[in-house]
């Protein structure tokens, strides 16, 4: 059956993939399944994973769904035998091409001169049409439509005599951003774009082993040692036991997205040596010192909203509370609901408190707003419970302009802060109460102890402030308008 995102889902930004990699360990492809579930939160819609065996070659399966569904399985997994492997999760895009095909799952592979390259791409490639254009004008036959296929096509198209050699000279092509993880018949290659938009990291297995992965989580769940985060700009390779580390790209000053701090990544990992747990517990401390108000409970909207709930909570002495529950068992569905189901809408998945919530004063606690429709309804829930007043909280700024770096944003005019003052959208949700944490806020919460550098942001927060590090040059093309100078 066909798997269909959830109404609750549809209202909430979402990270286009999460990748991993292993090197010198027996049944590597078992650990990248591991990780990958580990990743599952980056990517729920399909996953890949390609091996090296020397006695067999590389080997790959790809499948729609969640890794433990696929890749727990023994006539799967024993099909990807070899000590090196790598592994991919993906969303399919927004309003693209279409709904997700099985050609469309990495890891892409590639068979060249000097052997097979396999590669797995976290983040989007902003000139991607006009580099599919001018390679299929010289002959290039896609496969897919991924904009990830442009960089095995450019790497056939090299003159390097070496595999690692053409990825750096392919990836010298792309503009956007790229986390990469790649593999040879003896090497496990790791690169990030020279802004580092999107994250990766490097573990230690073994003295002899090692692991890349998008998120510390990834190599908690096999157990690996965290060494460091893979720079902005660098590329490691990774053989015989040995890292070897060059920065193949023009020095850029780092943007690393804020937004996986916000929601992306798991609240267990770590992002620049902090716990992402701990940033969001500050920034809902921000918002408690920013947005005050009167009330008698705060609540998370689960999960995301939890760890910012926690830190409004301390900062502002009112009671935390569990006022909304989450139907762990929902995940996605695969069956096509009846009006009367998706009128339901977010009740399939969240479930409001009535004891707890009944003529209460109630904060509610969010991560972002996108479309403001899953607000309404939460909204809704609460009052409906008996709450005597809502007051939205919003652990983001307003999230005015669509993300062109490897995260599933609508178009510009359907998200609400696009269109909407603050008091409007309060008007629209129907709340007492509306506010988002401001951008400085949030940059304090993430470790700025001055703010955002205006003249030179730390991050990208392009979908905050319109302030585009990479200009998104296919779309541009497509008419999309740049915020105007100011």
């Not at 592979?109 to 396999?118: N, P």
């Not at 902005?232 to 036991?241: H, L």
């Amino acid at each position: 059956m066909r798997m269909l995102s959830h109404p609750f889902d549809d209202d909430k930004l979402k990270e286009e993939c999460g990748i991993f990699g292993t090197i010198g360990v027996a049944d590597a492809s078992n650990f990248v399944a591991l990780g990958l579930h580990a990743l599952q939160h980056r990517g729920q819609e399909a996953g890949g994973i390609v091996s090296y065996d020397p006695t067999v070659g590389f080997n790959s399966a790809r499948r729609f769904g969640y890794v433990r569904d696929n890749f727990t399985k023994r006539d799967v997994m024993d099909t990807l035998p070899g000590e090196l492997a790598i592994g991919h999760v993906r969303y399919s895009t927004a309003g693209s091409k279409g709904a997700t095909a099985i050609r469309d799952v990495q890891p892409f592979f590639g068979e060249f001169s000097m052997g097979g390259c396999a590669i797995a791409h976290n983040g989007n490639i902003t000139n991607a049409d006009a580099l599919r254009r001018e390679l299929i004008e010289r002959g290039s036959i896609f496969q897919s439509s991924s904009d990830s296929e442009c960089i095995i096509h450019l790497m056939a198209r090299s003159i390097q005599k070496n595999l690692s050699e053409r990825i750096k000279d392919a990836l010298r092509r792309v503009e956007g951003a790229f986390s990469v993880v790649a593999m040879t018949r003896t090497k496990l290659i790791g690169v990030r774009d020279p802004l580092g938009v999107r994250p990766l990291v490097l573990g230690r297995i073994s003295d002899s082993a090692w692991a890349l992965s998008s998120e510390t989580c990834g190599l908690d769940i096999i157990g690996a040692e965290f060494v460091r985060e893979i720079e902005p700009g660098e590329m490691v390779v990774i053989e015989d036991g040995k890292v070897n580390s060059t920065h193949p790209f023009a020095p850029a000053k780092s943007r690393f997205c804020i937004f996986e701090n916000v929601y992306f990544s798991r609240p267990d990992s770590i992002i620049g040596g902090r716990s992402v747990y701990e940033t969001r517990a500050a920034i809902g401390r921000e918002l408690a010192r920013e947005a005050p108000v009167d009330a008698d409970l705060v609540c998370p909207v689960p999960d995301s909203g939890t760890p910012a709930a926690i830190g409004y909570s301390q900062e502002s002495g009112i009671p935390y509370a569990m006022g909304i529950i989450r139907n762990q068992y929902m995940g996605r569905t695969f069956i096509e609901p009846t009006d009367h189901i998706r009128n339901m809408g977010v009740r399939l998945k969240l479930n409001v408190n009535r004891a707890l919530i009944k003529g209460k004063r109630v904060i509610l606690v969010d991560d972002s707003v996108v479309r403001g429709t899953t607000s309404r309804k939460i909204k809704d829930m609460i009052l409906e419970a008996g709450a005597a007043e809502v007051h939205f909280r919003i652990a983001s700024p307003p999230t005015a302009w669509p993300c062109f770096y490897g995260v599933d944003t609508p178009e510009r005019d359907k998200l609400l802060a696009a269109t909407m003052s603050e008091e409007e959208m309060r008007v629209w949700i129907g709340v007492d109460s509306l506010k988002f944490v401001s951008l400085d806020g949030l940059y304090r919460a993430a470790g700025q102890a001055t703010g955002r550098n205006n003249a030179s942001p730390q991050y990208c927060d392009a979908c905050f402030s319109g302030e585009y590090p990479v200009a998104p040059s296919d779309r541009i093309e497509a008419g999309f308008q740049m915020k105007a100078a100011e």
